[in-house]
């Protein structure tokens, strides 16, 4: 039981380049979410997925678009990405009835 | 104004004392909080789950909840070098679990 994995650790992007961050969890929750976290500003949540199939815009969706694959999975696009998007990336997930989110080990994401 | 507002720190304490950790918020509706911890370079992980007002304790940590005061305060007996890392105060208002986080208070237990 792996619980929820994130790729990559650490990535470097120039100015206007995309990539994709990949998050996945074993425990067979339905919720799933993604942060960012910036010093001083704490987790900001960025999109979120209630269940297989949906998804909802969170505090900071700007530049980013998700999409939830299946149960497991839940990726996050950055179509063109800006040094203002330099930030460390936390995936979560929730098991259903319940409040308590569990957390990846994160991406370091680099825009330069 | 944020949400949630919370102490950055750090907070410098000698191993063995009492830590008193808090947040403040403006949101009258907020219902569930929480207390995660987070050390270097690794993701937050829960430490403590209050619903609505009130105490609970869960070995050396105990979780206040004043709603009347719009006030959450963990408290850390006996604080150990182990105990060093970021915490995070979080809250909800409903079951969408769309949690607002403060920005973390920098503990540091000196041996």
């Known amino acids: 039981n792996a619980g929820v994995t994130q790729t990559p650790k650490f990535q470097v992007l120039k100015t206007g380049q995309s990539m994709t961050l990949q998050c996945a969890q074993d425990?067979?929750?339905?919720?799933m979410y993604w942060y960012r976290q910036d010093p001083g500003m704490g987790l900001r949540l960025i999109y979120y997925?209630?269940?297989?199939?949906?998804?909802d815009k969170g505090e900071v969706p700007n530049g980013y678009n998700v999409s939830r694959l299946n149960k497991r999975e839940f990726s996050l696009r950055l179509e063109s990405a800006a040094p203002s998007q330099t930030s460390v990336y936390f995936c979560?997930?929730?098991?259903?009835?319940?409040?308590?989110?569990?957390f990846g080990p994160g991406t370091r994401l680099l825009v330069l | 104004q944020k949400e949630v507002e919370q102490d950055p720190g750090p907070l410098s304490v000698p191993e063995g004392a009492i830590v008193s950790l808090n947040c403040t918020y403006s949101?009258?509706?907020?219902?569930?909080f929480m207390w995660y911890r987070q050390y270097s370079r690794k993701g937050p992980e829960l430490l403590m789950y209050?619903?609505?007002?009130g105490n609970k304790e869960d070995g050396r940590f105990t979780a206040q909840v004043d709603k009347s005061s719009k006030y959450i305060s963990l408290f850390i007996r006996d604080s150990q070098p182990s105990d060093s890392a970021t915490y995070l105060c979080?809250?909800?208002?409903?079951?969408?679990?769309?949690?607002?986080f403060g920005s973390g208070t920098r503990l540091l237990v000196r041996p």
């Open positions: 979560a997930s929730v098991p259903w009835g319940q409040e308590t989110q569990y």
């Open positions: 425990m067979n929750h339905n919720s």
């Open positions: 997925s209630a269940s297989e199939g949906t998804t």
């Open positions: 949101n009258s509706a907020f219902q569930y």
């Open positions: 209050t619903y609505s007002s």
């Open positions: 979080a809250m909800s208002a409903d079951s969408s679990y769309k949690l607002i």
